[in-house]
């Protein structure tokens, strides 16, 4: 390893820390922004009519969904692809006015 790539891997690893340091306040507040969506979608979902079964299912899958995109394998700008391209579904229209 020649070292511009022993720059280029230390440079990476600080920009990684940097990204991986969250204050516990911040990360509070995260979760709890994150509930509250959550919460959200369950209560528009149950007044469409889905059981308990449906929510749990629901609840689970959108705790994947954020461990996927915490992880780094998937990001918004793919879950708004996928939208898109299965649903039709645009962002101005999914936008939170």
């Known amino acids: 390893m020649n070292r511009q790539q022993r720059r ?16 516990p306040l911040k990360y509070q507040q995260i979760i709890n922004s994150l509930n509250a969506v959550k919460m959200a979608s369950l209560l528009v979902l149950r007044n469409e009519g889905w059981g308990e079964k449906r929510l749990r299912r629901f609840s689970e899958n959108f705790n994947d969904v954020l ?23 645009t962002l101005e229209e999914l936008k939170v006015e």
């Open 67 to 89: 461990q996927d995109v915490s992880s780094g394998w998937l990001s918004l700008s793919d879950i708004w692809t996928i939208l898109e391209e299965e649903t039709g579904l």
């Open 8 to 23: 280029q891997k230390e440079r990476a690893k600080k920009k990684q820390k940097k990204h991986d340091e969250v204050s």
